[in-house]
């Protein structure tokens, strides 16, 4: 079974997880797993900065800002189920002192003045008033944000002199947002140096004994445990360790076995690692280096986007460079040049990189109706047989932004494919949208034939997608 059954799957896996609106709960108790320490009832949001940087010095906690948006389906995850979960709440009182950040207001109000009653707090964030966390939110633009788009949901961790440890953008489930709270103590390393084109240079600081084993295991175990401790390793946030094993990469034999192991850490988790893995865009191994940019495109962090943008102006390989710009998607989110060049190669001349660029802007879409118009435009451009309007679906289903659902509508009210339509219908549900009939058919037409044409996007793909690759291995899907 090829690559069309696998981006099927992926896709109705989307549509299945968001059937209901994507609108933020407050974090509710959960039983507590066997084994696990208990967690508190309800997590405890400070309302002030500096009362909560008092308390990070004082209890020697680190400051995790919680940075989240209404209407946003990976936000509304990660708050009923992430944040829900014992394991986690137990890790984040221990450990963590939480800053609430959000600029939307959920109809908390303060107690009236005279009154006995309780205020009455934000429902997102219990024991906050909706004034605090906008305050709070304000204060992280202006310490941690250069641009005025703010991806949500996303997490910064702090020291109490503000020093950022580690940070994280987009959603992150159960086990990813540990191996991030985990790795936030090996963060306090010496921080990469870069050259002028974001590159970082080597890094001669030592190993952490964690990190040291599973270095050793990279340079002497088997394939399977290679990759596994590769994976490993690049969650801990050692920075030192992460560039010790970019230099063992580079040493390797290339091969296929050495190929594996850049692919192996192609995963969000992965993310403390992205900015030393950059070093691997300089290989002289052309399907090598397609690697590199795949497995940082996975690793989704934006620390990645000067050396991706750098790569661009040297890079000859027409198959790279439309990886590149699929990986300025996740990697470039916030970053001007990022997004502009993925404005611009959407009107490329050259299909493959215009329909890179076009997926690439699907991340590119929140508070941003330039870039949403444009990708209208490029669907309505192209013709219903052209992998072009597949790549805008594919676009906005990327996007997690209930924003395009208005231009689904304008897409699905001129669209006379059927095909198209029931993607697009399938697309709308899952952002949240209500779609008036189902999908037509079922079975092997319909929805389900609809979803394998839209696997042509990946059919030619040198570098298959980890996300792709595992959920055809779970679900017993043939190559």
Not at 81 to 89: F, I, L, N, Q, S
Not at 185 to 201: F, R
């Amino acid at each position: 079974m090829n690559h069309r059954l696998s981006l099927c799957c992926a896709f109705l896996s989307l549509a299945l997880s968001a059937q209901e609106p994507p609108v933020a709960r407050p974090v509710a108790p959960v039983a507590t797993p066997p084994g696990v320490r208990a967690a508190p009832a309800t997590l405890q949001f400070e309302r002030d900065i500096t009362k909560a940087t008092d308390d990070a010095r004082s209890s020697k906690r680190l400051l995790l800002w919680v940075i989240m948006k209404d209407g946003e389906i990976g936000c509304s995850r990660m708050l009923q189920t992430v944040y829900a979960d014992a394991e986690v709440r137990a890790r984040l009182t221990t450990s963590f002192v939480l800053l609430p950040c959000s600029t939307y207001d959920h109809g908390s109000a303060p107690a009236p003045e005279g009154s006995t009653e309780p205020p009455t707090y934000c429902s997102q964030f219990v024991g906050v008033l909706c004034p605090e966390h906008q305050a709070i939110e304000r204060e992280m633009r202006k310490r941690y944000e250069e641009t005025v788009q703010v991806v949500a949901p996303q997490h910064i961790i702090t020291d109490a002199d503000g020093k950022v440890l580690a940070r994280h953008r987009y959603e992150l489930k159960k086990k990813e947002f540990l191996a991030f709270l985990d790795g936030a103590s090996g963060a306090t390393s010496n921080p990469v140096s870069t050259d002028a084109n974001g590159i970082p240079t080597p890094d001669k600081n030592p190993a952490t004994s964690r990190s040291a084993a599973l270095l050793e295991t990279i340079q002497r175990a088997n394939e399977e445990e290679r990759c596994k401790a590769a994976s490993e390793l690049c969650t801990l946030g050692d920075k030192a360790a992460n560039t010790e094993f970019v230099t063992i990469l580079e040493k390797l034999p290339i091969d296929q076995r050495s190929r594996r192991v850049i692919r192996a850490v192609g995963e969000p988790s992965c993310a403390p690692a992205a900015l030393e893995f950059t070093r691997l865009f300089a290989m002289k191994d052309t399907l090598s280096r397609n690697c590199a940019v795949v497995s940082v495109e996975e690793m989704a962090d934006s620390v990645a986007a000067p050396a991706l943008l750098a790569l661009w102006k040297t890079e000859r390989d027409d198959e790279i460079r439309k990886d590149i710009l699929r990986a300025l998607g996740p990697c470039g989110v916030g970053v001007d040049a990022a997004r502009e060049l993925l404005m611009k190669e959407a009107k490329s001349s050259t299909e493959l990189l215009r329909v890179g660029a076009c997926i690439g802007l699907g991340h590119h879409t929140a508070g941003r109706p330039d870039v949403r118009k444009l990708l209208l435009s490029r669907y309505e451009a192209a013709d219903a047989r052209s992998t072009q309007r597949l790549a805008v679906i594919y676009a906005w289903s990327l996007s997690r932004n209930s924003e395009v659902i208005e231009d689904i509508d304008v897409a699905l009210e001129k669209e006379t494919n059927g095909e198209l339509k029931d993607l697009l219908n399938v697309v709308k549900r899952a952002l949240g949208g209500t779609v008036e009939a189902p999908p037509r058919g079922r079975g092997r037409g319909g929805e389900f034939a609809a979803w394998r044409a839209l696997g042509t996007l990946l059919d030619k793909d040198r570098v298959e997608r980890n996300a792709i690759k595992n959920l055809r291995a779970r679900r017993g899907l043939g190559g």
